[in-house]
């Protein structure tokens, strides 16, 4: 089988599973300074997905391409660390604001430039938003098929890909075509950790942004070592029309956001002990709630 | 009036669930906007299919038929509904946050270059003042939606790039009968002259659905386990408990991610919406996440170690205590009380 080329796409969010009480502002607005970043859970799937690949079929090249601020060069390092072969930053204040649509362009244009490519894997969504949606909206930009939710690729052929979807009421096994884009789903297997040697050859890895503060240092390092300057891409460099990107691009608006309060209930409050157990079970059957 | 549209999806002659709740809530914002409502339905076999959607209320219904067109796959799905949408001009647009909604929808999108809110769970109509433009909108779709993790609702409105477009969660919507005798214009839709070949390029090799036995959404009673639970072994507690009881077993996202408990059986914003007349949440914190999900129950009763777990501010009953005590009580009061 020849190698294959991937990119796997892959984003930095902000860590909604471990919402604390002071994650929201008094107005119900979300406070991102008290919410820690971590690498999309799904994306980390899709990350393994692919790396299995490349351990499957040696020589198979896989590039990690994220967007997103200056502090998600993160996910870049993170990739090197596991065993991507390369990683692409695209970052450009007039990106931010986006909604999925104007997102999706975006990392497209990214994508037309990397131009060679057999297989897109990303995570089914990301736990910011929980949309889905910038898969199958990159898919259909490149006028490629999709495959969503996908749990294990079970083979890999010339002309072909074999790959278990994982749908809500049981699984499905289906074939593509190359190329082709996979979003993973989050019972496929965990990603590989870090590689210690990896961390040693990648932890100086910086874009050009990131060194901008001057580091006589690094700077030095990274003539030596090219391997070490992240590509950074801005709106120019993907050929992105302005009104398709950023807040501009994005038909979806937040008007108004609510924080949720739990309406308080008038408890009946019971210990564990006989008497109160056996007088709330008759309360029950009397009032025909069970029984 | 532009029209409300509606995905309806369609398995063994038998349109689902989901599909009928969207009809329902796509009427209801119809009859708000003096609207038509429209719908369409890609499957197979599907001779007849209109007496299971025109009941509520559909004004138009676009049938492809083809034994290509099912089960589903993307391609060609997105092919038939993005022709009928470019003709039809609809100003809102619905599908289920399902597996196949949750994958056309975003492909539709981009095609039509539109805005599409993902799992709301309240749509109403509405205006809105844009500053910048100084004008009013009116009647756009609030689409609106849990945001980071539960903590917050999001009101998301789309004034520009129509149609507007969003996917909704299973269970929210309530399904509702609009005239059993309505009548429906039946448009069939010549499915070979829309997809071509290349739109079945993906091939399904095998395909194992289980027909759901677990139907949480129906059942009067739920017993539902938590982190606290601790095991798989003690879930066959809250097992016994619901047998005993005519209920079913459901479980938190965390219960799940513990591997207690089948993802099938979850319970809240990730899984399922319930509202039974009873529901038990046993060694279950709540977290918004999962408490969006059955706060709708006519009656809580939360067991749990710790008197100060948020969701006992939804229950009637709070019982402190642990739950290997307590549900075995609960199981032995029911039988000698019960007739």
């Known amino acids: 089988m020849r190698p294959l080329k991937i990119i796997v796409l892959a984003k930095q969010v902000p860590d909604t599973r471990h919402v604390g009480p002071d994650a929201m502002k008094p107005d119900g607005t979300v406070n991102r300074g008290k919410l820690s970043t971590v690498f999309n859970p799904d994306d980390l799937h899709a990350l393994e997905l692919a790396l299995n690949i490349k351990d499957r079929i040696p020589g198979t090249q896989v590039t990690i391409l994220t967007m997103g601020p200056q502090k998600a060069a993160d996910i870049i390092r993170e990739g090197y660390y596991r065993g991507v072969d390369d990683g692409i930053m695209i970052s450009d204040r007039r990106f931010g604001g986006a909604d999925t649509l104007a997102t999706s362009y975006t990392i497209v244009q990214a994508i037309k430039k990397i131009a060679d490519y057999d297989l897109i894997v990303g995570g089914r969504q990301a736990i910011d938003g929980d949309t889905a949606q910038v898969g199958p909206q990159c898919a259909d930009k490149l006028n490629i098929p999709q495959v969503t939710y996908v749990e294990e690729i079970l083979e890999i052929k010339e002309d072909e890909i074999i790959a278990r979807r994982r749908l809500e009421t049981g699984v499905e096994t289906v074939s593509a075509p190359y190329p082709v884009l996979m979003t993973v789903h989050g019972s496929s297997p965990d990603c590989r950790s870090r590689k210690a040697k990896k961390v040693m050859k990648y932890k100086y890895a910086r874009t050009k942004t990131e060194m901008r503060k001057g580091d006589p240092v690094l700077e030095a390092l990274h003539l030596k070592r090219p391997h070490l300057v992240i590509p950074e891409w801005s709106v120019e460099d993907i050929n992105a029309d302005v009104t398709k990107i950023g807040l501009a691009g994005s038909p979806t608006k937040v008007k108004s956001v609510s924080s949720i309060v739990l309406t308080a209930t008038e408890s009946k409050v019971l210990t564990d002990s006989d008497s109160d157990i056996e007088g709330m079970i008759k309360e029950l059957i009397k009032h025909h709630t069970i029984g | ?339």
């Open chain 2, 1 to 339: 009036m532009k029209s409300v549209f509606v995905y309806c999806e369609v398995e063994n002659q038998k349109v689902a669930e989901i599909s009928q709740e969207l009809l329902s809530a796509g009427k209801r914002l119809a009859e708000k906007l003096g609207a038509p409502l429209e719908a369409m339905v890609n499957g197979k076999d599907l001779k007849g299919i209109e007496s299971q959607i025109a009941p509520y209320g559909v004004d138009k219904l676009f049938v492809g038929d083809d034994t290509r067109l099912e089960p589903y796959r993307t391609l060609p799905h997105a092919a038939l509904v993005t022709k009928v949408l470019k003709q039809e001009d609809p100003q809102i647009v619905l599908f289920g946050a399902t597996s196949v909604g949750r994958d056309l929808a975003p492909r539709i999108a981009s095609k039509l270059n539109c805005g599409l809110t993902a799992d709301t769970t309240i749509l109403d109509i509405g205006d809105h003042f844009v500053k910048k433009e100084k004008k009013e909108y009116t009647d756009l779709l609030y689409a609106i939606r849990p945001a980071f993790g539960g903590s917050i609702m999001a009101n998301i409105i789309n004034w520009d790039m129509h149609p507007q477009m969003a996917t909704v969660r299973e269970g929210v919507m309530k399904k509702e009968i609009f005239d059993a005798n309505y009548k429906t214009k039946v448009i069939s839709v010549k499915v070979n002259e829309v997809v071509s070949d290349t739109d079945f390029v993906v091939k399904i090799i095998e395909r194992h659905i289980e027909e759901s036995e677990v139907n949480l959404k129906d059942a009067p009673i739920i017993v539902a386990g938590g982190y606290g639970v601790g095991s798989k072994e003690n879930f066959d507690l809250l097992k016994n408990l619901a047998n005993i009881l005519g209920g079913e077993v459901g479980g938190s996202r965390a219960a799940v991610d513990a591997g207690f408990i089948d993802h099938n059986r979850q319970i809240g914003q990730t899984g399922t919406t319930v509202r039974p007349k009873l529901y038990i949440a046993a060694g279950i914190s709540g977290a918004i996440q999962h408490t969006a999900g059955m706060q709708d129950a006519s009656l809580i009763i939360s067991i749990n170690n710790d008197p100060e777990a948020p969701i006992n501010a939804l229950a009637d009953y709070v019982i402190t205590g642990d739950l290997g005590i307590v549900i075995p009580k609960m199981i032995q009061y029911y039988k000698e009380n019960a007739k």
